[in-house]
């Protein structure tokens, strides 16, 4: 019985051994790119990788797919003069659809008409009770809320985003989502030149 036991610590032993010096081999054959690189980190997750394969957060960290969702950020468009045009309308489709009612939106009016602009004088998420479902990304008419993959959100206050903290330019969304943005401006520039066409 205790010979067995024995042989048994032995043979964790090795395996530990094994793993510790695959560690090394593995490093060799990747010179330098096993570690802090994208490839580095999904060789080491696949079943071809050898030895350690802990991801080492934060100094790195595991690329998430394209449809990854966290919290909503807010899209504008960066005008040739410079000026930065929001895409929200504030029609409040979002806020509606919400789950857990986490969007504020206050709108903006003409102080001469008092009759309301399509552009949110304020808009919140919170961020601690957004549940990242993505139904807002889903409804909006006019691409303006989009689900961003910054999931680093950690904080020691309450993540209640405003405005301009939520804001991020139409260059930053197709950066983490190229093939759902490149899609929806092909769409957007076809229903406009359609809409053209028929006022000709
Ligand atoms: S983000 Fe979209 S759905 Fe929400 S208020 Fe703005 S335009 Fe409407
Ligand atoms: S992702 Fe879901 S929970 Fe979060 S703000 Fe959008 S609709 Fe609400």
Request: aromatic letters at 10%; a neutral charge; hydrophobic letters at 35%.
């Amino acid at each position: 019985m205790s010979e067995s036991f024995g042989n048994g610590i032995l043979k964790g032993l090795g395996v530990t051994l094994k793993r510790f010096l695959d560690t090394y081999a593995d490093d060799l054959k990747w010179l330098g790119k096993r570690y802090h690189t994208p490839e580095g980190i999904l060789h080491r997750a696949s079943k071809n990788g050898r030895g350690i394969f802990t991801v080492q957060y934060p100094e790195e960290k595991i690329p998430v797919p394209e449809e990854f969702r966290f919290v909503p950020l807010l899209v504008y468009d960066v005008q040739p003069d410079g000026e930065k045009v929001m895409r929200c309308t504030s029609c409040g489709i979002c806020s509606r659809v919400c789950p857990p009612q986490c969007i504020w939106i206050v709108r903006s009016t003409d102080p001469a008409t008092n009759r309301p602009i399509p552009d949110p004088a304020e808009f919140y998420i919170d961020a601690d009770i957004c549940m990242n479902c993505g139904l807002c990304a889903e409804y909006c008419p006019f691409d303006a809320i989009k689900m961003d993959h910054d999931y680093e959100l950690a904080s020691f206050g309450r993540n209640l985003y405003n405005k301009a903290q939520l804001a991020k330019p139409a260059s930053y969304y197709s950066g983490i989502r190229p093939v759902n943005a490149a899609r929806e401006d092909a769409a957007r520039a076809a229903k406009e030149a359609a809409r053209a066409s028929a006022h000709e």
